[in-house]
């Protein structure tokens, strides 16, 4: 929204008519246009050297504008930059987790490492084994610890140490101990993630849905502002993400002031600066569609896949069946009486063959 320029922007504005047909230089200024329109005035309607030396008018003598599918920015460098806006985009932390897995399966086959036991269960001809997690009812614990596994790979895979001021734990520190020198120097592991957002979502009672959102917008974060999440900012990062979520997704959102009754040692104040932060370098862009919610719930469960976190599986039983059952014939019935609304409202012209008409009646 804040990204496109629309067409009613003057010819100065724009950063494209510099280079447009033949104009090497600098975009042309106020002046230049004026005494454009002078001498095609001045010529009596032969224009022709005028235009030629403003070299950006169309072939009426006005300014060349450029359509508004030229000044919006190409899809491919959309979808490269913004996974947490397109539904086709690769996440960030998949694609950062790959490196160690593939290492960890090469040094596996090198030095002949056998998998041991497995514990992954699969369903047979008698037995079907399923989880309790969905893309619409996620399994919290299980969430979390993929969530956080998560931003245990952007932390460690990182390409820098860029970071802002607000997100530093040495300028704004969550607690009253006395932060080392050496904070920034050492990564957190996966259990010290996972119990630092596994306490706020206790004490919060927050859903899983809530982690999901929670990484699109560390995701979107990361892309907007050009930072990396690192040892000295995660926590805050962290925490500013887990705010805006608990606010966008749930109904009875928890306040700023709770937050400070869960860390002690952190101010009201704090907390509305950093939110206001968050905020400004999203751009206020929390919207979160259907279809991005489902890539990241999709990729979290591929994630736990490679790295031997399991979602909990039971066997299926006869309730839960026909519970199953009970909900993919609701849909389906709602399905049938959509389509059958939307052939009521227009008919194509391949469906008017299979409409019977009166037969006419001559007299």
């Not at 539904?87 to 490492?113: G, Y």
């Not at 699969?122 to 596994?149: E, G, M, W």
């Not at 002690?264 to 400004?280: A, G």
């Amino acid at each position: 929204m804040g990204n496109t320029v629309t067409c009613c922007v003057s010819p100065d504005a724009s950063p494209k008519l510099g280079r447009a047909r033949g104009g090497g230089g600098a975009a042309p200024g106020p002046d230049r246009w004026a005494d454009a329109y002078q001498a095609a005035a001045a010529g009596g309607g032969g224009s022709g050297s005028a235009e030629a030396e403003s070299g950006d008018s169309d072939a009426g003598g006005g300014p060349h504008l450029q359509h508004i599918s030229d000044r919006e920015f190409p899809d491919d460098l959309a979808l490269e930059s913004n996974p947490s806006d397109h539904p086709r985009a690769s996440t960030i932390f998949l694609s950062k987790s790959q490196t160690d897995v593939r290492e960890k399966r090469k040094s596996n086959h090198i030095n002949h490492v056998s998998p041991g036991q497995l514990t992954k269960k699969y369903s047979s001809c008698s037995t079907i084994f399923i989880d309790d997690s969905t893309v619409s009812q996620p399994n919290l614990r299980s969430t979390i610890k993929c969530v956080t596994l998560a931003i245990f790979y952007h932390i460690k895979n990182r390409d820098s140490d860029r970071s802002l001021d607000i997100f530093d734990e040495k300028s704004h520190p969550l607690t009253r101990e006395e932060v080392p020198d050496d904070y920034y120097k050492h990564d957190p592991d996966h259990k010290h993630i996972y119990r630092f957002v596994r306490t706020l979502f206790s004490a919060a009672q927050l859903t899983a849905e809530c982690a999901i959102v929670t990484l699109v917008y560390l995701e979107r974060l990361l892309t907007y502002a050009e930072i990396d999440i690192c040892p000295s900012n995660w926590k805050r990062i962290v925490l500013g993400a887990i705010l805006l979520a608990s606010k966008v997704w749930d109904d009875q959102a928890v306040w700023n002031v709770d937050y400070c009754q869960i860390l002690k040692d952190i101010t009201v104040e704090d907390m509305n600066e950093m939110e206001r932060h968050f905020l400004e370098l999203l751009q206020f862009n929390i919207n979160v569609p259907a279809s991005v919610y489902a890539k990241y719930y999709f990729d979290l469960r591929s994630l736990a896949d490679d790295n031997n976190l399991s979602f909990l599986l039971e066997p299926l039983s006869k309730e839960r069946a026909q519970k199953l059952e009970a909900i993919s014939r609701l849909c389906e019935d709602k399905y049938k009486d959509l389509s059958k609304a939307a052939m009521r409202r227009s008919f194509s012209a391949d469906n008017l063959v299979g409409i019977r008409r009166s037969n006419a009646i001559l007299s």
